[in-house]
């Protein structure tokens, strides 16, 4: 099971931090992710990390904004999001893939949790 928090209402060019703990598996075999879908869009890949965290990716439209971070003792997986923008406005879900290195794809998740709402006002 996967429980996101840390969403909200924030101003352009603020800051949040998400988290997702993550409980009743081996979390820290698993590669983990955030995606996120905006009203009337698909969802999409937003960001990535090994089961080790010696890896990361990221969407190019988040890169150097956003980082991903886990804490394999907490069980737990972050999402810093910094210089957000409106276009950011979506429910964020965090994903978990024992199958791949990174879960880039939707195809690739195994198990999703339940969505935290992101806003950013302009």
């Known amino acids: 099971q996967l429980q996101a928090s840390g969403g909200g209402l924030v101003q352009a060019g603020g800051s949040l931090r998400l988290s997702c703990v993550a409980s009743g598996g081996t979390f820290s075999s698993y590669a983990m992710g955030w995606f996120r879908q905006a009203p009337g869009k698909e969802r999409e890949f937003v960001g990535g990390i090994s089961w080790r965290g010696a890896a990361t990716s990221y969407a190019d439209s988040v890169k150097g904004r956003f980082t991903i971070s886990r804490d394999n003792a907490k069980n737990t997986v972050y999402l810093q999001m910094n210089s957000l923008k409106p276009e950011d406005t979506a429910v964020y879900y965090c994903?978990?893939?024992?199958?791949?290195?990174?879960?880039?794809?939707?195809?690739?998740?195994?198990?999703w949790g339940k969505g935290t709402q992101v806003t950013v006002s302009s």
């Open positions: 994903a978990a893939s024992p199958r791949y290195p990174i879960p880039t794809m939707i195809s690739a998740v195994d198990y």
